[in-house]
């Protein structure tokens, strides 16, 4: 199942940002950061009490005609409602109601999803007072907050987790390979899932509403099953916000958390943007395999050289990603389109693989042995056995002496082999040190 959305809406400068910065505080410990990864500053993913959302500030989203403030607050809220299992409704305590607030209120009106109302500033005790004003809104959830201190976000997060939809287990189909098409708005991924699915191939259904905003469709090729994930917005087109790339964001985690392979799809007519990036840097953290398919590749004017080229490119600007194929294909001509399948069959294998502990100590002992750590400060990292925890991505634990004895260069290293040794293209890897005590 997707994780729960909560969504945070309001007129400018009530603190939406100040407060999604504290709730994004909460974010999962497990994700490393990476040299080369750039987040945006409106998503987040988020933990609070064992349950992990996505929050949204709505606030950072530019829906070009910045100078109409009514027009703009109306967009998020639109795509508040639209998207979110919890919104939150942000206020400036020190101001009162105004009428903008009415406005939103009005809006919100509309939806039978739980509405929160964080009446902020309150930075004083004396000023809790304050946010009964707020009940003239309309809503019964009122929560006093300093987001500058970080006052009364306890409550409201409890309050929050407390409204999303209970938490279902999806039925995954372990022969089932989960793929999605994820990218920016025109980059083709509609075009694709249509190529892709027009081919002779048996559909088993197009269930919609098996989860709330994914339209799946399940078929065989070959004996494999696979599941294409669409997040609606692939199909469903339209709304103002649709073309926004920075929502499409938002589209793109919703599919990552549902898939074990992610085909992010590249305009090779436009080249790689910045949020290219950042979608990719999702699916890498996400854990997923990933694939490159670089489209319109029927637009580009093109000699001998300019696969290489473009794919130097790609290699440039995703380097946390070296490990991701990078297919050229055409939607409209339907240049090589069958290679897509076979590659992610590939990915996700590899993405799935399982190594044994004795195997894995070996090639890891060899590497001590052709490389040992260098020492520090007089001290030298020693390993004492490794084994795989999990796949999907696998994930290693190398059990040593000191973790802190381990330098960032020879963690690379090690990895380095083992994706050598194996060949795990196409899938992250996770490599984690653990005192042996
Ligand atoms: P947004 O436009 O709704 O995203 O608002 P921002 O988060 O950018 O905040 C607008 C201004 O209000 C900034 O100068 C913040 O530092 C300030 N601010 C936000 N939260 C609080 C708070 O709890 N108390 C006080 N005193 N100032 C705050
Ligand atoms: P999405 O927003 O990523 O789903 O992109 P669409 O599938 O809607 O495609 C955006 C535009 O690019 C449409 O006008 C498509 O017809 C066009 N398009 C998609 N794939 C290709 C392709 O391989 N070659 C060419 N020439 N145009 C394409």
């Given at each position: 199942m997707s994780l729960p959305v909560v969504a945070i809406v309001g007129r400018p400068n009530v603190g939406k940002s100040t407060i999604f910065n504290r709730l994004a505080g909460q974010r999962i410990a497990i994700i490393e950061d990476q040299p080369g990864i750039t987040r945006d500053r409106i998503y987040s993913r988020s933990e609070w009490n064992g349950r992990e959302f996505h929050l949204i500030d709505t606030g950072g989203l530019e829906f070009g005609k910045q100078d109409e403030i009514l027009t703009h607050i109306k967009n998020q809220v639109e795509l508040?409602?639209?998207?979110?299992?919890?919104?939150?409704?942000?206020?400036?305590?020190?101001?009162?109601?105004?009428?903008?607030?009415?406005?939103?209120?009005?809006?919100?009106?509309?939806?039978?999803?739980?509405?929160?109302?964080?009446?902020?500033?309150?930075d004083h005790p004396k000023q809790l007072d304050l946010s009964y004003d707020f009940y003239q809104l309309g809503f019964t959830e009122i929560f006093a907050l300093s987001s500058l201190h970080g006052t009364g976000t306890g409550d409201l997060l409890d309050a929050i987790v407390e409204r999303f939809p209970p938490e279902t287990e999806e039925e995954l189909d372990e022969d089932t390979i989960r793929v999605s098409l994820i990218g920016r708005p025109n980059v083709g991924k509609s075009s694709l899932l249509n190529a892709m699915l027009g081919e002779e191939r048996v559909i088993v259904s197009p269930?919609?509403?098996?989860?709330?905003?994914?339209?799946?469709?399940?078929?065989?090729?070959?004996?494999?099953?696979?599941?294409?994930?669409?997040?609606?917005?692939?199909?469903?087109?339209?709304?103002?916000?649709?073309?926004?790339?920075?929502?499409?964001?938002?589209?793109?985690?919703?599919?990552?958390?549902?898939?074990?392979?992610?085909?992010?799809?590249?305009?090779?007519?436009?080249?790689?943007?910045?949020?290219?990036?950042?979608?990719?840097?999702?699916?890498?953290?996400?854990?997923?395999?990933?694939?490159?398919?670089?489209n319109k590749w029927d637009l580009v004017t093109k000699d001998d050289q300019t696969m290489n080229q473009f794919s130097k490119l790609v290699r440039g600007h995703f380097s946390f990603m070296d490990y991701a194929p990078i297919l050229y294909v055409s939607a409209k001509t339907k240049q090589r389109l069958t290679k897509i399948l076979p590659a992610v069959m590939d990915v996700a294998e590899r993405h799935a693989l399982r190594i044994s502990t004795s195997v894995i100590n070996q090639v890891i002992q060899d590497a001590v042995m052709v490389t040992p750590p260098p020492s520090h400060r007089g001290k030298r990292l020693r390993i004492q056995y490794a084994t795989q925890v999990a796949v999907k991505p696998p994930t290693f634990v190398l059990f040593v002496n000191n973790p802190e004895l381990a330098h960032f260069s020879y963690v690379r290293y090690l990895d380095n082999k083992l994706r050598q040794t194996f060949g795990f293209e196409g899938t992250p890897i996770r490599l984690h040190l653990r005192n042996k005590r």
């Amino acid at each position: 199942m997707s994780l729960p959305v909560v969504a945070i809406v309001g007129r400018p400068n009530v603190g939406k940002s100040t407060i999604f910065n504290r709730l994004a505080g909460q974010r999962i410990a497990i994700i490393e950061d990476q040299p080369g990864i750039t987040r945006d500053r409106i998503y987040s993913r988020s933990e609070w009490n064992g349950r992990e959302f996505h929050l949204i500030d709505t606030g950072g989203l530019e829906f070009g005609k910045q100078d109409e403030i009514l027009t703009h607050i109306k967009n998020q809220v639109e795509l508040a409602l639209e998207e979110a299992d919890v919104i939150l409704f942000m206020v400036d305590g020190r101001d009162g109601v105004t009428a903008s607030d009415q406005e939103v209120a009005k809006m919100l009106y509309r939806t039978n999803k739980p509405v929160m109302v964080g009446v902020n500033k309150l930075d004083h005790p004396k000023q809790l007072d304050l946010s009964y004003d707020f009940y003239q809104l309309g809503f019964t959830e009122i929560f006093a907050l300093s987001s500058l201190h970080g006052t009364g976000t306890g409550d409201l997060l409890d309050a929050i987790v407390e409204r999303f939809p209970p938490e279902t287990e999806e039925e995954l189909d372990e022969d089932t390979i989960r793929v999605s098409l994820i990218g920016r708005p025109n980059v083709g991924k509609s075009s694709l899932l249509n190529a892709m699915l027009g081919e002779e191939r048996v559909i088993v259904s197009p269930v919609a509403g098996t989860t709330r905003d994914a339209v799946d469709t399940h078929f065989e090729q070959d004996g494999q099953k696979f599941t294409l994930i669409d997040t609606a917005g692939v199909r469903k087109k339209g709304k103002v916000y649709e073309s926004i790339e920075k929502y499409s964001v938002l589209r793109a985690l919703k599919a990552i958390e549902r898939s074990d392979v992610c085909l992010i799809v590249i305009d090779g007519e436009r080249g790689i943007a910045e949020q290219d990036k950042r979608i990719a840097g999702y699916a890498h953290e996400a854990g997923c395999a990933s694939i490159f398919v670089v489209n319109k590749w029927d637009l580009v004017t093109k000699d001998d050289q300019t696969m290489n080229q473009f794919s130097k490119l790609v290699r440039g600007h995703f380097s946390f990603m070296d490990y991701a194929p990078i297919l050229y294909v055409s939607a409209k001509t339907k240049q090589r389109l069958t290679k897509i399948l076979p590659a992610v069959m590939d990915v996700a294998e590899r993405h799935a693989l399982r190594i044994s502990t004795s195997v894995i100590n070996q090639v890891i002992q060899d590497a001590v042995m052709v490389t040992p750590p260098p020492s520090h400060r007089g001290k030298r990292l020693r390993i004492q056995y490794a084994t795989q925890v999990a796949v999907k991505p696998p994930t290693f634990v190398l059990f040593v002496n000191n973790p802190e004895l381990a330098h960032f260069s020879y963690v690379r290293y090690l990895d380095n082999k083992l994706r050598q040794t194996f060949g795990f293209e196409g899938t992250p890897i996770r490599l984690h040190l653990r005192n042996k005590r």
